[in-house]
């Protein structure tokens, strides 16, 4: 039987049936889909009222359209204008849930040494990732790419003047593409969690975050296997715990046989293709969006470092040749569904 990654999101299965204290048995899984940030979201929450249980989904969706309007790096909204002001070399007033994304964002990226950069939108958008459909076709020219990594776009540009943005650097354009689904998702379960529901579970294109547990039973979750279409692994987790995936499988540049993904490695200016798919284990969202991200551009050997010096505990790193690298935590933690070509065990610590 093959399993794909939704049916083990739907699966619960877990070695615990007794319900936990406070889980009242007539509870029951309410589930909605929905497209947006690009991708698609599933909202699970258990709960013994489903229309209640559907409007409070339904709240929590609306905000992701509003979210994915102002945290768009090239859609017009909020960080576009921002991005405009600053391109133009203009100060610029943000509102307080994008001030501090950028806060963060500038926090996570200096930690990754540089490696996740979200002030590099000029060259994310130069490869063609600034569409909703995937890019086709030759590379940008080389001379046009190095152009635009020399002129050095950093989060350390960004000049903070109370609520008001400006940046040292007229290079800088953000792009939040490897942080925003983080945040979002955290807000999901901290509104989820207001309206009376603990036990939940968020997924945003496969970047996901539990809260409490389905029905006594942990939940199951299956991390997608990069170079397939069903799932490499599955992992048990319960409580406020987020698994976040960054990989260079879903969105990418074709032409012809070649395939370039959009995580771009921001020393280069090239993308990165040789993680192609690095899971992190987190409280929050927002602190393994980024993270997973860098660790894709960090490669499958350095890798290591950027983890440690970014804090990270649980970590699952595949490379191209579908070798896998895990933290002792992780293994402890994921079941392989399909055979990897390699495990090696990894401490951070
Ligand atoms: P996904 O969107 O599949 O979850 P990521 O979280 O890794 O993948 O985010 C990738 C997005 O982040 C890209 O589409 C782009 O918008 C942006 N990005 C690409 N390279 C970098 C980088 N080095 N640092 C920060 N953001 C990046
Ligand atoms: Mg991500």
Redesign the pocket.
């Known amino acids: 039987m093959s399993l794909n990654r939704r049916d083990f999101m739907k699966l619960g299965l877990g070695a615990c049936l007794l319900p936990a204290i406070g889980y009242s048995r007539a509870d029951t899984l309410v589930s909605e889909d929905m497209y947006v940030?690009?991708?698609l979201v599933e909202v699970d929450v258990m709960s013994r009222d489903t229309a209640a249980a559907r409007a409070a989904i339904a709240d929590v969706s609306h905000t992701f359209s509003v979210q994915n309007r102002d945290w768009h790096?090239w859609k017009p909204g909020a960080l576009g204008d921002l991005n405009r002001a600053l391109a133009a070399g203009r100060e610029h007033a943000v509102e307080p849930g994008l001030l501090s994304m950028l806060h963060e964002?500038k926090d996570i990226?200096h930690a990754?040494g540089g490696?996740?950069?979200?002030?590099?939108?000029s060259?994310?958008g130069l490869w063609g990732?600034?569409s909703d459909e995937l890019p086709v076709g030759a590379p940008p020219d080389a001379a046009t790419v190095a152009q635009l990594v020399a002129t050095s776009p950093s989060m350390e540009d960004l000049v903070f003047n109370g609520n008001r943005v400006s940046s040292r650097n007229p290079h800088v354009q953000i792009?939040?593409?490897?942080?925003a689904?983080?945040v979002a998702i955290d807000l999901a379960l901290d509104r989820l969690a207001q309206l009376g529901y603990d036990n939940a579970l968020v997924n945003?294109?496969?970047?996901l975050a539990v809260s409490g547990d389905r029905g006594g039973r942990p939940w199951r979750i299956g991390v997608r296997h990069p170079q397939g279409s069903g799932a490499l692994a599955s992992l048990e987790i319960s409580g406020r715990m987020a698994v976040?995936?960054?990989?260079t499988y879903?969105?990418y540049r074709q032409d012809g046989d070649r395939r370039y993904p959009?995580?771009?490695?921001?020393r280069s200016g090239q993308?990165?293709s040789h993680v192609v798919s690095?899971t992190v284990l987190h409280r929050h969202a927002a602190r393994a969006?980024?993270p997973?991200?860098?660790l894709?551009?960090a490669g499958p050997e350095a890798w290591v470092d950027v983890a440690r010096r970014m804090g990270l505990e649980d970590v699952m790193i595949v490379d191209d040749q579908g070798r896998v690298q895990l933290t002792p935590g992780m293994a402890a933690r994921v079941q392989f569904v399909v055979p990897p070509t390699s495990v090696k065990i990894v401490e951070l610590a």
């Open positions: 940030f690009g991708t790096a964002a990226a990754s490696l996740y950069n979200p002030a590099i939108g060259l994310v990732f600034h792009d939040l593409g490897g942080h689904k983080g945003l294109g496969g970047n976040v995936t960054s990989g879903e969105r959009h995580i771009i490695d921001p993308p990165a690095a969006d980024g997973a991200t860098s894709v551009v």
